[in-house]
C-alpha cells in the first residue's frame, strides 16, 4: 500500500535531507542501497559516490550510477543538488508502488533517452486505483526540471503522505515539454551509439561514469 511505502521510506528521506544540509548528494539511490537492518530499521547505504554539493558534481563525478534512476540533469552536466536524489527517490517510490521502473525500456540508452525526453511517467496507468494527487506528486518529483521537484525528500514524503489522505485534494500541477517535442526521443538511443561508439557505451556505466554520454546527448539535442 502507499501509505506503508511512504512510512517505510520515511528513515531513507530524513537521511538524504540530513546528508544534504551537510552539503552533500547521496548521487546513488537506488534499491540496491537500501537495506532492512535485523531490528526492523531501514537502512541507506551507497554513500561512497557521495560528492560534496560545491558542484564538482557532473555526470563523471562520482564513478558509476544506475541508469533506472539517475536524475536528467546529471546525464547533460548540469549542476546537481539535493534534489537530484530527490528524482532518484520518486524513481524508487514508483517501482515499489508499481513493481515496474519508470522509463523502463530494452536498453539502458533507450531508458536514459526517455529519460531526457518523456514527460513523467503516471503511476495510475499502472495502477488506476492510486489517488490523482500521490500520482501528480510523484511525476513532479520526477521532472526535468529541478525546480519543479519538491525541495526535500522529507517534502515528498509529506506531500505524498498528505496525497494519499486527502486523496481528492489538489496539488500544483508540474510543466512538462509538449509532445511535438518529446517525439525527437525516437531513435535517441541509435543516436547516442552512433555518436560515442559501441565500445565506449559498454564503458559508460563500468569505468568513469556519463561524461561521453552527456558529450553525445549535448550535441545531438543541444542540451546543456
Known amino acids: 500500500e502507499p501509505d506503508g511505502i511512504v512510512a517505510l521510506l520515511r528513515p531513507i528521506a530524513s537521511a538524504l535531507d540530513y546528508a544534504h544540509s551537510r552539503a552533500t548528494v ?3 539511490v537506488k534499491p540496491a542501497n537500501i537495506l532492512l537492518a535485523h531490528d526492523g530499521r531501514m537502512l541507506l547505504t551507497g554513500f561512497g559516490l557521495g560528492t560534496v554539493a560545491s558542484f564538482n ?3 563523471g563525478a562520482g564513478g558509476t550510477v544506475a541508469p533506472d ?5 546529471r546525464l547533460v552536466g548540469r549542476e546537481v543538488d539535493g534534489r537530484a536524489d530527490v528524482y532518484s527517490l520518486a524513481a524508487v517510490i514508483f517501482e515499489t508502488t508499481t513493481g515496474r521502473r519508470p522509463f523502463s525500456s530494452k536498453s539502458w540508452i533507450e531508458t536514459l533517452s526517455r529519460r531526457l525526453y518523456e514527460p513523467p511517467p503516471n503511476v495510475r496507468e499502472v495502477i488506476p486505483e492510486l489517488p490523482a494527487a500521490f500520482a501528480i506528486v510523484l511525476q513532479q518529483a520526477m521532472d526535468r526540471d529541478p525546480n519543479r521537484r519538491p525541495a526535500t525528500a522529507g517534502e ?3 506531500r505524498l503522505e498528505s496525497a494519499i489522505n486527502s486523496p481528492n485534494g489538489t496539488v500544483e ?7 511535438l517535442v518529446r517525439a525527437r526521443s525516437i531513435g535517441v538511443g541509435a543516436a547516442v551509439v552512433a555518436a560515442i561508439g559501441i565500445a565506449e557505451v559498454v564503458w559508460l ?14 550535441r545531438w539535442f543541444g542540451a546543456g
Not at 205 to 218: C, K, N
Open 173 to 179: 500541477v508540474g510543466h512538462w515539454l509538449p509532445p
Open 26 to 28: 547521496h548521487r546513488d
Open 205 to 218: 556505466f563500468e569505468g568513469s561514469g556519463l561524461t561521453l554520454l552527456q558529450h553525445a546527448a549535448q
Open 57 to 59: 558534481s557532473g555526470p
Open 156 to 158: 515528498l514524503l509529506d
Open 69 to 73: 534512476y539517475v536524475a536528467p540533469e
